[in-house]
């Protein structure tokens, strides 16, 4: 068996490594967890602001291509090519374009001398639209790694006019290269862009725009299949965060598409460690600091117990001898504040409160055992505390129950003997009295007689009330048939209101039809103009008609549902004195009841009263038999007195308390 010590020991130093290493281990989760959820969206959001960017420069170069299609001049007949070239070249010079070109409806570039008549930007572009091709590595002008944006050429500079030709420009090749390499996430971050196919269209490292495909690659290099997976996300227009290993390392990876683009979409990647090293070092630190804690517990615990475990042991060891009847034996000293100290201390105070109690109890058994029934119980009674006031309690009643007991046999010794004497007084007064009770008797029996005469009296004008009653009863269920009728029929009034409402809600109804029909009929004589005056004229009569048809239907609803109103309380009466004579009905039948019973309680007075006049008969005859029973009582009486002496004799013996005597 375990000692308390080790138990305690066992107890405090299981709950500290389990409390340390659960803190510790929820601890290190949520640092992960908090970790990849805040990378998770943070690299989201970056990726979403990277398209973001991305298609603001996109959109940038189509206002420039819009800005120079509104240049009026680019169309005025009396512009010459040489100008064109001059507003082109101004324009190329100041964005930084690769090329900058006019194109006429025919698709001819007035700049270049270019025919661009079978590009699709031509044609989207003399459609009214702009335009952004997909990255092209090799063009027909010459320009490698080109994106080409284009905007009609609008007749006169009116944006939304007549389109009278094509602005084209193609932006210097490294501008997309540009835009991935100033977003950075961590040192080792990269953003880069992708085509519609899967083509790297910008990248920090210019020698792989244009070449690299990792959905190509995959499929002759197995390393690149969870790369092609998740690029293959990002061309199919997803958004989302993923991770792949390349190079022997675990990658993380976000993307977005980039609107107004031909299906392009950017991804940010990172070095999965490079943002997770901190997170490791802090559950590293965690699992240091709860070893240190887990070592600091065991040490504290072993104090602590040995504090704990030893006043609890040596009051165990004085409660063992109390349990074997030892109440003489020193009880510990403890000097503690904690509950040891009150263990050590409630523990004395048994062995003292027991120990007192024992000899209260020895000192009042031996008085008993005196015959001495005024021993005072209560005299130590501040020995018995708490539950054990009950057992001083008990013990009070004991001796108080044999005292009372022993004084009443007393008490009822002397009664008897003095009792018996009376006894035979009054038996001999008995049987006088017993000859003057038989004269009162028979005056009573005629009296009883004439009592029966006028209750047979009473019963039959008792039954004549009840008889006419029921007459009344019967008149007033026909009274309330009649009601229940005329109920019947506020009713049917009441429902005939409500199907007057419901033809009131119809006549509205026409109404508000008509005065939409007329005003259809209004719009379609405004758009007949001359020709449907007249019925326009015709149209607003239809709609005046109409709203007086509305407002006469309005003031017959007023009226109906006064009406309604007042039938309704005229129901609520009439249903008010349906229940009053109802009620009247009910307490007529309540009375023809009482009626009832009070000529049959009267016919059962009138038996009664017979049966009565038999008994008295009856007690005549007993009372002479007492007379002759009342002298035996007195001799009896006399050999009781004798036996209630002898009785007293014994009870003297005893002592009692003064109340008793």
């Known amino acids: 068996m375990k000692s308390i010590k080790t138990k305690i020991l066992t107890a405090m130093i299981g709950v500290g490594m389990l409390s340390s290493l659960i803190i510790g281990i929820v601890g290190a989760g949520l640092n992960f967890s908090s970790a990849e959820s805040i990378l998770d969206k943070s690299m989201a959001e970056t990726a979403k602001l990277a398209a973001s960017r991305v298609q603001t420069e996109i959109e940038e170069y189509k206002a420039i291509a819009s800005e120079i299609g509104c240049i009026s001049s680019l169309t005025d007949p009396e512009t010459a090519e040489s100008e064109c070239a001059e507003i082109a070249a101004e324009r190329k010079a100041k964005y930084g374009l690769e090329i900058c070109g006019i194109l006429d409806m025919t698709g001819k570039d007035i700049v270049n001398g270019i025919d661009c008549s079978g590009e699709e930007f031509f044609k989207v572009s003399s459609a009214g639209d702009e335009y952004c091709s997909d990255f092209m590595t090799e063009s027909a002008f010459g320009v490698e790694n080109a994106v080409v944006i284009s905007a009609p050429l609008w007749e006169n500079g009116v944006n939304g006019s007549k389109v009278s030709g094509v602005v084209y420009m193609i932006p210097d090749n490294t501008f997309l290269n540009d835009i991935v390499s100033n977003i950075n996430v961590g040192e080792g971050g990269t953003a880069y862009l992708l085509s519609s196919d899967g083509l790297t ?98 040490a504290y615990a072993t104090v602590t117990a040995n504090h704990i475990a030893r006043p609890i042991i040596q009051c165990s060891e004085r409660i063992v001898k109390l349990s074997n009847g030892d109440l003489t034996s020193p009880v510990p000293v403890v000097n ?145 048939s009649c009601m229940s009728d005329l109920v019947s029929a506020m009713n049917d009034i009441n429902k005939s209101s409500d199907e007057t409402k419901k033809i009131i809600k119809t006549i509205e109804d026409i109404a508000f ?103 008295v008969e009856q007690i005549s005859e007993v009372v002479q038999s007492n007379s002759a029973t009342a002298e035996e009582s007195a001799a009896a009486s006399e050999e009781l007195s004798g036996q209630a002496n002898m009785l007293k004799e014994l009870i003297s013996q005893f002592k009692f308390d003064e109340k008793y005597n």
């Open 201 to 298: 269209i910008a990248f920090h490292d210019p020698a792989v725009v244009g070449k690299e495909n990792a959905q190509e690659s995959a499929k002759t290099d197995p390393s690149y299949q969870k790369l092609a997976e998740v690029e293959a996300k990002m061309c199919a227009g997803e958004t989302g965060f993923d991770q792949y290993k390349y190079n022997g390392n675990l990658e993380l990876v976000a993307y977005a598409p980039v609107a107004g683009t031909p299906g392009w979409s950017i991804g940010i990647n990172v070095v999965r460690d490079e943002f997770m090293g901190g997170v490791y070092n802090s559950i590293f630190i965690n699992l240091a600091i709860i070893v240190v804690m887990v070592i600091a517990a065991a």
């Open 336 to 480: 503690s504040r904690d509950e040891t100290k009150t263990l050590a201390d409630a523990t004395s105070t048994v062995v003292s409160d027991l120990n007192n109690i024992f000899k209260d109890i020895e000192r009042i058994l031996e008085e008993i055992s005196k015959g001495n029934l005024a021993v005072n119980s209560h005299e130590n009674q501040r020995y018995y505390v708490g539950d054990y006031s009950q057992l001083i309690e008990y013990i009070g009643h004991i001796k108080n129950s044999l005292s009372d007991t022993m004084c009443q046999i007393s008490t009822a010794g002397e009664q008897v003997s003095a009792g018996s004497e009376q006894v035979s007084f009054g038996a001999q007064s008995l049987s006088q009295g017993a000859t003057e009770q038989a004269s009162s008797i028979e005056e009573l029996a005629a009296t009883i007689e004439l009592i029966a005469d006028q209750i047979k009296e009473n019963a039959a004008q008792a039954e004549a009330a009840s008889n006419k009653t029921n007459a009344a009863g019967s008149e007033m269920q026909d009274a309330i």
């Open 513 to 615: 039809q008509t005065n939409i029909l007329s005003l259809n009929a209004a719009v379609e004589a405004a758009r007949a103009g001359a020709a449907g005056k007249g019925f326009a004229v015709v149209a607003d009569e239809v709609r005046n008609l109409a709203g007086k048809s509305a407002e006469a239907a309005q003031n017959t609803t007023a009226l109906i549902e006064s009406t309604v109103a007042t039938i309704q309380k005229g129901t609520s009466l009439v249903g008010e004195v349906a229940d009053k004579m109802a009620a009247v009905s009910v307490a007529a039948g309540a009375v023809a009841d009482i009626n009832e019973k009070i000529s049959e309680a009267s016919r059962d007075t009138a038996d009664s009263i017979t049966q009565i006049t038999v008994g």
